[in-house]
């Protein structure tokens, strides 16, 4: 299977930049309550089991809502990516820590896979992006990665 990565530079109007924003900061936000679960526990819980969650924390933070549910599940993929490449490191000698929570403005990225998007061509210099629960963007796209 290959995957085909792509970056965008989007060019959101102010309401649309302020929606990505809160999209970082409730991403952040789980990151940092999904890796205090983590570190609580005396052994790191299976993913699916963490994934369950996050019905319960959508509940508890009614912010999460107005994230993608994709773009959510991907932040515990992220996670679990990170705790892996930490253990990879561990069993090839290498000293290592534990991951550390996000800063306010630290968490630069969310991923959108399968779903939550859409590319739109509409024949000019700019094309448009949809994203999910923030509209259509214009955007400059570099080549595939």
């Excluded at 369950?52 to 992220?78: D, G, I, P, W, Y």
Aim: one cysteine or more; glycine letters at 4%; a positive charge.
């Amino acid at each position: 299977m290959i995957a085909i990565t792509h970056k965008f530079m989007l060019y959101p109007t102010r309401e649309q930049e302020e929606k990505l924003l809160f999209i970082l900061e409730q991403c952040r936000w789980l990151y940092n309550k999904l890796l205090s679960i983590i570190n609580e526990s005396k052994k790191t819980p299976p993913k699916r089991k963490i994934q369950s969650m996050l019905l319960k924390l959508k509940e508890e933070r009614h912010e999460l809502k107005e994230v993608n549910a994709k773009t959510l599940q991907m932040v515990v993929f992220m996670l679990y990516n990170n705790l892996k490449a930490l253990a990879e490191l561990k069993k090839k000698g290498r000293k290592v820590g534990k991951l550390r929570y996000k800063k306010y403005g630290k968490f630069k990225s969310f991923i959108l896979n399968q779903s939550g998007f859409k590319l739109i061509k509409t024949g000019n210099r700019l094309d448009r992006l949809y994203i999910s629960k923030v509209g259509r963007s214009s955007y400059k796209s570099s080549s595939p990665r």
